[in-house]
């Protein structure tokens, strides 16, 4: 599909499946206009509640439905935006989706659209949207603080802090160059080499971290290997709290991989239950072997 900024787009912005309510949400210049019709009210107030029935375009009620309006760029996008909060049913939501696809140039969003066009129109930059991504991903409470201060820029403002300084750098760099019968003082010059370096070290040093974040973010993956019988089965029960793998005396009753996810002081943890290594000539356990192998 071809990716326009003219049109106004509309996504179900909470989760999938059946809940209690559903919030559809609309982007672009023409969000104020199916509001309007779809509320028949005339001069909504922004950022103003409305219960209000919502109806298509033949005037058939489709549901009762908590309405607002969120006039740009006072908006997450930064253009005119509208959310219906309806009911929770597909049948809702369904029908909801089939009035929008009536209006001219209304289209469904492409996966994360409204960030992007969040991102274009000024309303956050590139790291603040990769920590809304990684809020809605969160599972644990580290991870959530991490993005959560991710998202609220502090990411973005140490990279900008150094885009001003090597942009500041730049400028005595390029005026030493091209303007030598200014006779600027190499004094001058040394401090900004100093600073370069400077900022060399603090980029490394922020680099050199051992990707903590990207393993808080991705979390750790855990194979446990052993021979037959060795406890295994038992040792990710225990961990789980609950009966994940099957245990059992006669060796090679695990075949593929078990995996259990755990959050674990805030880190999340998959582990996985593998196949005994030993040497096997009946096809099934073999190939677990392998995959326990390519698991460690």
């Not at 982007?27 to 005339?42: C, N, P, R, Y």
């Not at 309806?86 to 009035?99: M, N, P, R, T, W």
């Not at 469904?108 to 956050?124: I, L, T």
């Not at 500041?168 to 005026?175: F, I, N, R, S, T």
Request: charged residues 25%; contains cysteine; proline residues 3%.
């Amino acid at each position: 599909m071809a990716y326009s900024m003219n049109e106004t787009i509309y996504a179900l912005s909470s989760g999938a499946g059946k809940g209690g309510v559903a919030v559809i949400r609309l982007s672009g210049a023409e969000a104020l206009t199916v509001f309007k019709s779809m509320t028949k009210i005339e001069n909504p107030k922004p950022r103003y509640a409305y219960f209000s029935k919502l109806v298509n375009q033949e005037g058939i009620e489709i549901d009762q439905a908590l309405c607002l309006y969120f006039k740009g760029p006072n908006s997450f996008t930064g253009e005119d935006t509208v959310e219906f909060q309806v009911h929770g049913g597909q049948g809702v939501i369904s029908a909801v989706f089939k009035a929008l696809s009536r209006f001219k140039n209304l289209r469904p969003a492409e996966a994360g659209e409204f960030s992007r066009r969040a991102v274009v129109y000024g309303k956050m930059d590139l790291t603040a949207a990769e920590g809304l991504m990684d809020l809605i991903d969160a599972q644990t409470e580290l991870q959530r603080k991490q993005a959560l201060s991710q998202m609220q820029g502090v990411l973005g403002s140490l990279y900008e802090n150094w885009r001003k300084a090597l942009i500041h750098d730049m400028a005595y760099l390029e005026a030493f160059i091209d303007f030598p019968e200014e006779d600027i003082p190499l004094e001058k010059m040394q401090v900004i080499d100093k600073g370069i370096q400077e900022l060399i070290k603090k980029i490394e040093v922020h680099l050199s971290d051992n990707q903590k974040g990207e393993r808080l973010r991705n979390g750790f993956q855990i194979a446990i290997i052993g021979e037959p019988n060795v406890g295994k089965s038992s040792l990710i029960n225990l961990l789980s709290k609950r009966d994940v793998a099957i245990v059992s005396d006669i060796a090679g009753t695990t075949r593929d991989v078990v995996e259990s996810y755990l959050d674990i002081d805030g880190f999340p943890v998959c582990l996985a239950d593998t196949a005994g290594l030993r040497e096997s000539l009946e096809a099934i356990e073999a190939e677990g072997i392998k995959r326990a192998v390519r698991k460690a």
